[in-house]
Each structure stands twice: as C-alpha cells, then as structure tokens.
C-alpha cells in the first residue's frame, strides 16, 4: 500500500462548484497533515494544515480522521484559480519526520 | 516574498557532463535541507536530506555517488548531478527546514529547477 494515496483525476468542474478530494495515509503514526497547492512547473505550496477538528479558511474546508487515516479537503464556489493539483501531505512521527507526497489530484475549473 | 532560492532555475546539458544545483535559504537559518525530484505526473520523492556540517543521507534507490549534496553553510546546500543522462532529466525541488520568526519551525520550498539533459 503507498504511503499517501490520492486520486488523480482529473476533476473538471464549473466555476462555482463545489469540488472534495480525498486522501489515505498507511502510517498510523503520522503526526502532522497538510494540503500543498501545486501549478505545472511551479512548486509545492502550503495551502494548509488539517486538524482533526477541521479547519476552514475562505472556501476551503480541510478535515482529519486519524481512525480511518483519511483527509479531505473541500473548495467551494470553485474558482477560475483553484485550477492547479492538491497535493495530500504527511508528515512522518518524531521532530525530524520528513514529508511524505501523494501524487496529487488534479483540479481544473471552466468557465 | 521568496524564502527559499533555488539556482538555476532551468538547466540544458549534455549526456556525461555535471551540473550543480544551488539552494539557499534567504532569511533564516535552515538546520536541515531537503532536495526532491518530481518526474512528470509523478509525486515529489525525496532524494535526500542534509544537516549543516554532516553527511547527507539518501533514500533508498538513490546514488550518493551520482547526486552529491554539499551543506557546508546554514544557508546553502548544493545538489551536483554527476554524469549526467537523459533519464535525469526531471524538475529537481529543495527545502529548508529551520526556525524563522513566530511561524516556528517549518519547511519552506525553493522554485525548483527543470533540468534536461540531451
């Protein structure tokens, strides 16, 4: 089983929807949990952490549930801009756990 | 603003020859780097990490000998690809850990540099 499984997509939506993505992680002992933000040839940016209290910022919802070892992240009233890949992220136990990558889920929204 | 510069940020070589990867960390110091390679379509792999003044250690699968990594300052990491070949060829990442300011200790990542080897 890989680390950090994603779908890939593509997911194609109008602007204005509402889009989830979905991730599993396989180590049980994974501390801390993320959403990168990736565009094509860029980079990886921290879009943000996921608690599993979950935590909202703007249209974005992220959500953590360390029993099923799943994360989701949920972007309403898609934007134009939202067009990139959601990367799911995992970081490892300890203070020097590194950042485990899923493959990433490709978003692009049409006008 | 940027934290983290990569250099250069694209690169075209021939099959054989080395190329050097810069990363530096602009305004803080990063104990720990961290250099990535993502093939298209494909997720970020870590290649390697690095602590200030020690030796790097390599995932598996990945040849110390061929990706040399070079942490000799608090602010700069080097990642030399030996030899190249066309099978390099892949958009090569590098990150920085350490403490800066009240945002504690996180990882930042560099702009990353295509390289293509022909």
């Known amino acids: 089983r890989k680390e950090v499984e994603q779908d890939p997509g593509p997911f194609n939506v109008p602007e204005g929807a509402t889009v989830a993505f979905n991730c599993t992680y396989s180590?049980?002992?994974?501390?801390?949990f993320f959403w990168y933000r990736q565009d094509c040839r860029k980079e990886p940016k921290l879009l943000m952490s996921v608690y599993s209290s979950g935590n909202e910022d703007g249209r974005f919802t992220a959500q953590l549930n360390r029993a099923s070892q799943y994360i989701s992240l949920l972007i309403r009233d898609s934007k134009l801009s939202d067009s990139a890949t959601y990367l799911c992220v995992v970081k490892g136990g300890g203070s020097q756990g590194n950042l485990i990558f899923g493959k990433g889920t490709k978003l692009s929204v049409k006008p | 603003g940027a934290v983290v510069s990569q250099h250069p940020s694209w690169v075209i070589c021939k099959s054989g020859t080395s190329v050097k990867i810069e990363c530096r960390s602009l305004d803080f110091q990063a104990t720990t780097m961290f250099w990535y390679r993502q093939f298209p379509k494909q997720s970020l792999m870590l290649m390697a990490t690095?602590?200030?003044?020690?030796?790097?250690?390599?995932e598996q699968g990945v040849e110390k000998d061929k990706f040399l990594i070079n942490h000799a300052s608090l602010t700069l990491s080097t990642l030399t690809v030996t030899s190249a070949h066309p099978e390099d060829s892949s958009f090569y990442i590098c990150?920085?850990?350490?403490?800066?300011?009240?945002?504690?200790?996180?990882?930042?990542f560099g702009p990353g540099t295509r390289l293509t080897v022909t």
């Open positions: 180590n049980s002992a994974s501390q801390s």
């Open positions: 990150s920085a850990r350490g403490w800066r300011g009240p945002s504690g200790r996180e990882q930042y």
């Open positions: 690095s602590n200030e003044g020690s030796k790097a250690t390599y």
